[in-house]
T-cell receptor
Framework: AQRVTQPEKLLSVFKGAPVELKCNYS??????LFWYVQYSRQRLQLLLR??SRESIKGFTADLNKGETSFHLKKPFAQEEDSAMYYC???????????FGKGTRLSVIA | NAGVTQTPKFRVLKTGQSMTLLCAQD?????MYWYRQDPGMGLRLIHY???????AKGEVPDGYNVSRLKKQNFLLGLESAAPSQTSVYFC???????????FGPGTRLTVL
């Protein structure tokens, strides 16, 4: 069965410092990977997906199939980045997402 | 265009009571999902639907039932609520299993 692991429940960084939120997955096929974000008192929303290869709000994530990782990175954290971040996986095909347990990012001024 | 809406926003139940949570979407999406969000557990899929009249079990379906009689609505029922069902419930929809899921604002349920 597929699984998504986010090893950090809470990550605190200072404003302007680099951020890396870790995500590892277990799945033998070719998955699709996503990052969703939930700001305080807001609904979950898609941040980025690996097939888009975009940079959203300064965040990037690269799928590393060898290490089965999809870490989320930003070179300079901002206070407005404070939120709950969820990594999610979808098996190839039309199947539901599997979410990790989430990492709460706190950016300290 | 309201997107995905959920009713009610908050609810307190006593053990053994029943209730239905309503999810509605106005985007003509085929796929709809119910998740529960618990501290330290992330989002776990309860049930989902790939089209009107269809439902399927997710990761944690026990104690819940669902119905998708109309394409735009996805109902989640608790027949006999238990304290373990205290959680925040999120509904989501997408036009295809391949695309972005759009989430509702959540329903905070407390079972005493």
């Amino acid at each position: 069965a597929q699984r998504v692991t986010q090893p950090e429940k809470l990550l605190s960084v200072f404003k302007g410092a680099p951020v890396e939120l870790k995500c590892n997955y277990s799945y033998s096929g070719s998955p699709e990977l996503f990052w969703y974000v939930q700001y305080s008192r807001q609904r979950l929303q898609l941040l980025l997906r690996h097939i888009s290869r975009e940079s959203i709000k300064g965040f990037t994530a690269d799928l590393n199939k060898g290490e089965t990782s999809f870490h989320l990175k930003k070179p300079f954290a901002q206070e407005e980045d404070s939120a709950m971040y969820y990594c999610a996986l979808r098996r190839s095909g039309n199947t539901p997402l599997v979410f990790g347990k989430g990492t709460r990012l706190s950016v300290i001024a | 265009n309201a997107g995905v809406t959920q009713t009610p926003k908050f609810r307190v139940l006593k053990t053994g009571q029943s209730m239905t949570l309503l999810c509605a979407q106005d985007m003509n999406h085929e796929y709809m999902y119910w998740y529960r969000q618990d501290p330290g557990m992330g989002l776990r899929l309860i049930h989902y639907s790939v089209g009107e009249g269809t439902t399927a079990k997710g990761e944690v379906p026990d104690g819940y039932n669902v119905s998708r009689l109309k394409k735009q609505n996805f109902l989640l029922g608790l027949e006999s609520a238990a304290p373990s069902q205290t959680s925040v419930y999120f509904c989501a929809s997408t036009d295809s299993g391949y695309n972005e899921q759009f989430f509702g604002p959540g329903t905070r349920l407390t079972v005493l």
